[in-house]
Nanobody, 116 residues
Framework: QVQLAESGGGLVQPGGSLRLSCTASGSINAAGWYRQAPGKERELVALINSGSSTSYADSVKDRFTISRDSAKKTVYLQMNSLKPEDTAEYYC?????????????WGQGTQVTVSS
């Protein structure tokens, strides 16, 4: 299965910002960002559908923004006002089309650490 290219994680102080990117090899229909902290289950953070409607977990609402650039075949997660509890491995999941084939793939994950 085709892999996605994730980037943008890192270490940031509380209150800081990061932007995650996830690039596919085809046109993106829908996308989601998920995260998994050590010892916890993977949880949904944000979704964007084919009509660009978005939804967010309550814990990140008004702080995180999911968006996409169709020309660049990339989905973003802008994270502002980061908190220590946002520390996790972040994964993108994309529905995308290459030719006439629709794929669903996960990114490799990118670590976000919020700490002073």
């Amino acid at each position: 299965q085709v892999q996605l290219a994730e980037s943008g994680g890192g270490l940031v102080q509380p209150g800081g910002s990061l932007r995650l990117s996830c690039t596919a090899s085809g046109s993106i229909n829908a996308a989601g960002w998920y995260r998994q902290a050590p010892g916890k289950e993977r949880e949904l953070v944000a979704l964007i559908n084919s009509g660009s409607s978005t939804s967010y977990a309550d814990s990140v609402k008004d702080r995180f923004t999911i968006s996409r650039d169709s020309a660049k075949k990339t989905v973003y997660l802008q994270m502002n006002s980061l908190k220590p509890e946002d520390t996790a491995e972040y994964y993108c999941n994309l529905d995308y089309v290459v030719g006439r084939i629709t794929f669903n793939s996960w990114g490799q994950g990118t670590q976000v650490t919020v700490s002073s």
